[in-house]
C-alpha cells in the first residue's frame, strides 16, 4: 500500500512532496471490483503533493492497463487508462467557509494521506459504463441462448411497438361494441319515421 504522512508534507522545506510509483492491487481491491475489474495488468501513479494552508493539495496522473467484463456479455476486454484528479487533504473536519470553496476535501482520521486507495476509487470511477470486446463493437454482436437473447434498445422499442398488450385489444374490443350498439340506436328512429310517412 502506497501511503505519504500529511505532516511530514505539511511540514517539509521543500515546495512539493513528489509520488512516482508502480501500484499492486491486492484482494481487498479485486473483492470490491468483482463486478468491475477482472484483472489489472499494470497500474502507474505520478503526482505532486504540497501544503496550501488549510490543505495538503494532491494532484496525480495514473495510467493503467485493465481486464474488465464486457457490459453486453461479460467477455473479458481490454481497457487503457490515463486520467488525473485533484484531493485536498484535511488534518480537521472541514468548516461550512471551507466546504463552500468547492473543493473536494478529505478530512484524515490519522497521519495517512491512502494514494493506494485514492487510485483505486478513481480507476474504478473510470470505467466506462459500456465496455465492449471488438467483435461486438464492430459487427453489432450480442449474445443468446437457449430461449433468450439479448436485443438492443432500439430493436427492444420495436418489437414493443409492434405488439399489441391484450389489454388494450381487449378495451379496443369494447369500445368498437359500444359503438356498433350506439350507431344501431340511431339507426331505429329513422326506421319508424320512415314508417310513418308510410300511413
Given at each position: 500500500?502506497?501511503?505519504?504522512s500529511?505532516f511530514?508534507i505539511?511540514?517539509?522545506?521543500?515546495p512539493?512532496?513528489v509520488v512516482?510509483a508502480?501500484?499492486?492491487?491486492?484482494?481487498?481491491?479485486?473483492?470490491?471490483?468483482?463486478n468491475?475489474?477482472?484483472?489489472?495488468k499494470q497500474?502507474?501513479?505520478?503526482?505532486q503533493l504540497?501544503?496550501?494552508?488549510p490543505?495538503v493539495?494532491?494532484n496525480?496522473?495514473?495510467k493503467?492497463?485493465l481486464?474488465?467484463?464486457s457490459?453486453?456479455?461479460?467477455a473479458?476486454?481490454?481497457?487503457?487508462?490515463?486520467?488525473s484528479?485533484?484531493?485536498n487533504?484535511?488534518?480537521?473536519?472541514?468548516t461550512?467557509?471551507?466546504k463552500?470553496?468547492?473543493?473536494f476535501?478529505i478530512?484524515?482520521?490519522?497521519d495517512?494521506?491512502d494514494?493506494?486507495?485514492?487510485v483505486?476509487?478513481?480507476i474504478?470511477?473510470?470505467i466506462?459504463?459500456?465496455?465492449l470486446?471488438?467483435?461486438e463493437?464492430?459487427?453489432?454482436?450480442?449474445?443468446?441462448g437457449?430461449?433468450?437473447?439479448v436485443?438492443?434498445?432500439?430493436?427492444?422499442?420495436e418489437e414493443k411497438?409492434?405488439?399489441?398488450?391484450?389489454?388494450?385489444?381487449?378495451?379496443?374490443?369494447?369500445?368498437?361494441?359500444?359503438?356498433?350498439?350506439?350507431?344501431?340506436?340511431k339507426?331505429?328512429?329513422?326506421?319508424d319515421?320512415n314508417?310513418?310517412k308510410?300511413?
Amino acid at each position: 500500500m502506497l501511503k505519504l504522512s500529511y505532516f511530514q508534507i505539511k511540514n517539509s522545506r521543500e515546495p512539493m512532496t513528489v509520488v512516482d510509483a508502480d501500484l499492486d492491487f491486492g484482494s481487498d481491491f479485486y473483492e470490491r471490483a468483482k463486478n468491475l475489474v477482472i484483472d489489472v495488468k499494470q497500474a502507474h501513479v505520478s503526482g505532486q503533493l504540497f501544503y496550501d494552508e488549510p490543505f495538503v493539495t494532491a494532484n496525480y496522473q495514473v495510467k493503467a492497463d485493465l481486464v474488465v467484463p464486457s457490459s453486453r456479455s461479460l467477455a473479458p476486454v481490454p481497457l487503457q487508462q490515463q486520467f488525473s484528479f485533484v484531493e485536498n487533504y484535511s488534518d480537521h473536519e472541514p468548516t461550512q467557509e471551507e466546504k463552500e470553496m468547492g473543493l473536494f476535501i478529505i478530512p484524515l482520521a490519522d497521519d495517512d494521506i491512502d494514494v493506494q486507495k485514492a487510485v483505486e476509487d478513481n480507476i474504478l470511477l473510470n470505467i466506462p459504463t459500456t465496455v465492449l470486446t471488438k467483435e461486438e463493437e464492430e459487427e453489432d454482436v450480442y449474445p443468446e441462448g437457449q430461449g433468450w437473447e439479448v436485443v438492443s434498445e432500439a430493436e427492444f422499442a420495436e418489437e414493443k411497438k409492434d405488439k399489441v398488450n391484450p389489454a388494450f385489444a381487449q378495451l379496443q374490443g369494447l369500445l368498437d361494441q359500444m359503438k356498433a350498439e350506439e350507431d344501431s340506436g340511431k339507426e331505429e328512429p329513422d326506421k319508424d319515421k320512415n314508417n310513418n310517412k308510410k300511413d
